[in-house]
């Protein structure tokens, strides 16, 4: 079950579901560019609405299932969306538990809203991770001229005594393979 969890007194990370759609629309249409550099399995040239509606779906129906964590990140005073954040499980390793991604809007980026959501999914899985003697790798994938995008993963490995891999991996992107930079977590940090 994918938990309610506070970041601030400001902003929570609230379980996505499809009562966000017309928020992620509305998120969505303030940059569309920067959505799909977050969601490049978005086809601009499709019907948006009916691949975000999909996506929420998916999200909420597997939710129960363990495999799939995915939060909204909510400003609690105004019920404002402000990003997405999740595990998923498009993995690119073998031994991989999740992937880790994470958009936030236009209006709010530059705030460390990213990081800060990452750290607080972390700790969460952490204690999870050791509750259950278990073992989690978590994976970061980023394009290369993404340099928020790096730089928020750089910082995540940094917190969490990640990797960074030196070789590009090639990722499927509707028909081409383009490259990206693998940052890798292992949970619980030894």
Same mark, same amino acid.
């Given at each position: 079950m994918t938990p309610e969890l506070d970041l601030d007194k400001r902003l929570m990370l609230k379980p996505v579901s499809k009562s966000i759609l017309p928020n992620l629309l509305e998120a969505y249409n303030e940059d569309p560019q920067a959505a799909q550099t977050a969601l490049p399995w978005l086809d601009a040239s499709s019907n948006v609405q009916g691949q975000l509606s999909d996506m929420l =779906?998916?999200?909420?129906?597997q939710a129960g299932a363990d495999q799939l964590h =995915? *939060? *909204?990140?909510?400003e609690q005073e105004t019920n404002t969306f402000v990003g997405l954040i999740g595990l998923g499980d498009e +993995?690119? +390793?073998?031994g991989s538990s999740y992937n880790l991604g994470y958009w936030v809007r236009p209006?709010?980026? &530059?705030?460390? $809203?990213? +990081?800060?959501?990452?750290? &607080?999914?972390?700790?969460w899985l952490e204690q999870r991770t050791i509750a259950e003697q278990a073992h989690h790798r978590i994976e970061i994938t980023v394009h290369p001229h993404n340099t928020a995008g790096l730089a928020?993963?750089?910082? $995540?490995?940094?917190? *969490?005594?990640g990797e960074i891999i030196e070789e590009f991996i090639g990722i499927e992107i509707g028909e081409r393979t383009v490259p990206h930079r693998l940052h890798i977590i292992d949970l619980p940090r030894s």
């Open positions: =779906f998916d999200v909420e129906s =995915f *939060w *909204w990140v909510c +993995l690119q +390793l073998v209006s709010y980026q &530059r705030q460390g $809203i990213a +990081l800060m959501s990452a750290n &607080r999914i972390f700790t928020t993963a750089t910082r $995540i490995c940094q917190a *969490w005594h």
